[in-house]
């Protein structure tokens, strides 16, 4: 199953117009916004698309009223789409879409479609070198880091999506054998990091255990560019109003820098960078959850600040 991108997300919310402007706000290109919905991209060609909850045309929601109502991953080819159609099809039914894409349901039931993978290689520059003592792979004379008035910190792709789910083992199951993904790493007491066989980042899909009165998404998040844009992105959206969550930080599975938001999809939205890639040689890891193994640090915002004067508690000199 040569799945290879998380090429979007489909919701179906209660408030359009809030959802839109976070979306908006978190740099991605608008293409789409409205009182009937909104579609936005990231640089690369990967989305989310923002409907009204009562919309007709959208797949079934989950019973707990979570809204996020379909997941899309990209395959390489049409041999791909026929193969997976095959797969599911023995047991459940396969709608088939208008533009080759094919939809169907999770054995918990989360919407999936798979349709030719559209994401674009990016010929965007990334952050510039750091100077690195003592070493020739450095950024060099005369070459600064940060440039005033630089460009707005903006998402590159679509990074992943986090389920929470009543029964880990049936979504694993699924996901690993029936459509091929493969597991890189493991929260022994919550669940696996999974990637699509065709991708290498670290995961496109992360399963929580969870009660089942919360089946739905727990995060999804955007690659950015580096983890100082993850500080820029991040601080603009405190800056604007919206609530950080998590972060900044880093974690260790996965090694990506993170931000979080409370977000109006009723779930948490995530910028990301510098996250692991695995090939099949990869091992596991596995490890219980916990303070210590979700996050190898974890900073705190604060407005920006400079020194002035003696400290408080010393006399100036007469």
């Not at 791909?80 to 918990?108: N, P």
């Not at 890189?184 to 065709?198: K, M, N």
Request: proline share 7%; net charge negative; glycine share 10%.
């Amino acid at each position: 199953m040569n799945i290879t991108s998380l090429e979007g997300l489909v919701f179906g919310v209660d408030d359009v117009g809030a959802c839109n402007e976070f979306l908006a706000n978190m740099g991605l290109d608008v293409v789409e916004r409205g009182d009937d919905g909104g579609h936005f991209l990231a640089e690369d060609g990967t989305w989310i698309s923002i409907r009204p909850r009562a919309d007709a045309q959208l797949p079934a929601p989950l019973e707990t009223g979570s809204m996020l109502r379909e997941t899309v991953y990209g395959a390489a080819d049409t041999d791909t789409i026929e193969a997976v159609a095959k797969e599911i099809a023995r047991d459940r039914e396969v709608t088939r879409h208008a533009d080759g894409s094919i939809g169907f349901y999770d054995d918990l039931g989360f919407a999936l479609r798979i349709c030719l993978a559209t994401r674009k290689t990016l010929e965007v520059p990334a952050e510039v070198m750091p100077n690195i003592p003592n070493s020739t792979q450095s950024r060099g004379l005369n070459v600064i880091g940060v440039t005033p008035g630089a460009p707005a910190a903006r998402p590159r792709t679509l990074s992943h999506v986090v389920y929470f789910v009543p029964d880990v083992a049936l979504a694993e199951a699924f996901y690993t054998q029936r459509l091929g993904f493969r597991c890189t790493d493991r929260f022994t007491d919550v669940g696996p990091f999974l990637r699509p066989a065709g991708m290498a980042d670290h995961h496109a899909l992360f399963l929580i255990q969870s009660p089942p009165h919360i089946k739905g998404i727990e995060h999804f998040a955007f690659h950015m560019a580096s983890p100082s844009q993850v500080l820029a992105a991040g601080t603009q959206m405190v800056k604007r109003g919206f609530q950080s969550f998590w972060g900044p930080g880093r974690h260790h599975f996965g090694s990506n820098w993170f931000w979080y938001f409370n977000c109006p999809m009723g779930c948490h939205a995530e910028f990301d960078a510098d996250m692991d890639q695995h090939d099949d040689h990869w091992v596991p890891r596995a490890t219980a959850m916990g303070p210590e193994a979700s996050q190898a640090y974890l900073f705190q915002f604060r407005e920006k600040w400079a020194p002035g004067g003696p400290p408080s508690n010393v006399r100036p000199a007469s």
